[in-house]
């Protein structure tokens, strides 16, 4: 369990909304209330039928906020004030109603409108019947709410109290205690990169042939948006320049979405100037020269040659931007046989100031893989990472690269 001290003093404002697992609440406000945290609360209408006022007002040890135009709480507290006067809101239970209504950002009751009046971060605890959350409306909500940086704890697999089983079932008030622990134990980390900026490159690019068919490669883009996610939680202000991928946006982190591998240089450039390059972007070497802007036909004649061009090399451009050049470029190198030799090379050919190099041979999982085994080669020599996580290398390289800055500048 993580270090849940890290609750004290802190303002949690709990919106309730209605759902049978609403009862659920009444634990998790005591439960938080030990832990040093304040908790107000906001009780939506259908919340109140399964939880009464009185509960959680006795809870929470304050007026439970229930009506948008209730002249008392406008007069007491207005809905603006309420929504910035926390540290954190928390939804639990976040029906797939309340959930649609956050995403389309209407304010048709009180808990609607502080969520929408707020500056402040949020953390949704979805539970709801499993063909309910599973249905595209919601998951489309749900992924445009992490997209605008909501959090989510949840939904658990499990029986559900309509009969049915899946996920659904909201996470236990110790799951969403501990995210929302999780959370405050994040904001307040160390930010050694803070007054950095970084530029991350990450996923394919797409290179057109006509208007419909484009050569690309495997590039999932886990590990460069990783990366992104790693230099952004400790504190870097970053720029992620990605070719298209199936993942969402990082948190916390400027993205600019781009095909080519020239629209990606343009972006990049765009981004300068940086304290930190990694260009962990798989970028095609290259396009195909005079691409046609009709669609090519079968006409009989055989199969249309394709001329190619190369590309632009954005980690050699980025390694020799003069007086624009960050002061640490990262590159990448996939090798598929003796990967510190060729990789060793690479830095020497590019310019660039590390390279991590690892193998994509046949058989082992890189490219789209969760794992990446990697050898990291600065000036000083080769260091040979254990096997890990995408999400672990991402965590040492950005630890890595907060320690050179620390050694650089006293
Ligand atoms: O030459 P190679 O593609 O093996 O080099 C890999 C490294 O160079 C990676 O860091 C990749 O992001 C970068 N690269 C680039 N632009 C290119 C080709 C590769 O930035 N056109």
């Known amino acids: 369990m993580a270090e849940t001290s890290v609750l004290s ?21 005591r439960r938080l209330k030990e832990r040093g945290a304040s908790v107000r609360a906001v009780l939506t209408k259908a919340g109140a039928e399964f939880v009464t006022p ?39 239970p976040a029906t797939a109603n309340l959930l649609a209504r956050m995403a389309a950002g209407m304010a048709d009751d009180l808990a609607a409108t502080v969520l929408l009046a707020t500056d402040k971060p949020v953390l949704v605890a979805p539970a709801m019947n499993v063909r309910m959350w599973e249905h595209p409306a ?73 208007p419909v068919r484009y050569i690309a490669n495997r590039s999932s883009g886990k590990q460069g948006h990783a990366i992104a996610e790693a230099l952004a939680r400790l504190g870097a202000e970053v720029t992620l320049v990605t070719g298209p ?16 591998a020239r629209e990606m240089l343009a972006a990049c450039e765009a981004a300068l100037p940086v304290d930190i390059a990694v260009c962990a972007a798989a970028v095609a070497d290259w396009r195909v020269a005079g691409e046609s802007d009709r669609k090519l036909k079968k006409d009989g004649g055989g199969p249309p040659a394709l001329s190619l061009a190369e590309n632009p090399d954005i980690l050699a451009t ?19 046989g003796s990967v510190v030799e060729y990789a060793t090379a690479k830095r020497a050919r590019k310019g660039c100031d590390w390279i991590v ?31 890990m996580g995408k999400d672990a290398v991402a965590a040492r390289l950005a630890d890595t690269i907060a ?8």
């Open 9 to 29: 003093g802190k303002r949690i404002l709990l919106v309730i909304a209605g759902g049978i697992a609403a009862y659920k609440c009444l634990e998790l406000i």
């Open 54 to 92: 009185l509960s959680v007002q006795a809870l929470t040890e304050d007026t439970v906020y229930q009506d948008l135009w209730s002249l008392t709480d406008e007069s007491e507290m207005g809905h603006i004030q309420l929504s910035r006067d926390a540290d954190l809101l928390v939804v639990a």
């Open 138 to 210: 919601t998951q489309a909500n749900m992924a445009l709410l992490e997209k605008r940086g909501v959090r989510r704890v949840g939904p658990n697999k499990g029986e559900m109290a309509c009969g049915e089983y899946g996920p659904g079932r909201m996470a236990e008030p110790m799951e969403i205690l501990e995210a929302i622990a999780g959370y405050f134990t994040e904001r307040d980390a160390p930010k050694p990169l803070k007054g950095k900026r970084a530029l991350v490159t990450s996923g394919p690019t797409y290179e057109p042939i006509d």
């Open 245 to 260: 991928t199936h993942l969402p946006d990082p948190p916390g982190c400027a993205v600019r979405p781009i095909e080519t």
């Open 318 to 336: 980025l390694s020799n931007a003069g007086a624009k050049r960050p002061s640490l470029v990262v590159g990448f190198a996939a090798e598929t």
């Open 357 to 387: 190099a690892n193998d994509v041979s046949l058989g082992t999982t890189t490219f789209g893989g969760a794992d990446n085994t990697v050898h990291l080669i600065r000036n000083g020599g080769v260091e040979n990472w254990p096997t």
């Open 403 to 410: 320690q050179h800055f620390q050694n650089k500048t006293p």
